[in-house]
């Protein structure tokens, strides 16, 4: 079975954050720490995964990110504070 992850990074400790979607969580957050992707996170140095969900249904996936995406910046910092109050890498 196919898993999806929604993730949040963050450039530092209440710092830029940046959601995104993926289906293989470990090589699109090396890909955003390498900056091989241009974009947001490049720009504003979004590259330490602080959060993020598992599912296996790729539209539900989708509607998260999109969900998150509209979050107001509280509400983020919020949902990564429950799992992960110190802010750390969780690929680290």
């Known amino acids: 079975m196919k898993k999806y992850f929604v993730y949040i990074l963050a450039s530092r400790l209440n710092g830029t954050l940046y959601v995104g979607?993926?289906?293989?969580?470990?090589?699109?957050?090396?890909?955003?720490?390498?900056?091989?992707?241009?974009?947001?996170?490049?720009?504003?140095?979004?590259?330490?995964?602080?959060?993020?969900?598992?599912?296996?249904?790729?539209?539900?996936?989708?509607?998260?990110?999109?969900r998150l995406k509209k979050w107001n910046r509280v509400w983020k910092i919020k949902l990564i504070e429950q799992s992960n109050p110190g802010w750390k890498d969780l690929l680290e």
């Open 21 to 66: 979607v993926t289906s293989n969580l470990e090589k699109r957050t090396n890909e955003h720490k390498d900056k091989i992707t241009n974009g947001f996170s490049e720009k504003y140095g979004a590259k330490k995964l602080v959060y993020f969900e598992e599912t296996s249904d790729v539209t539900e996936a989708i509607l998260r990110e999109k």
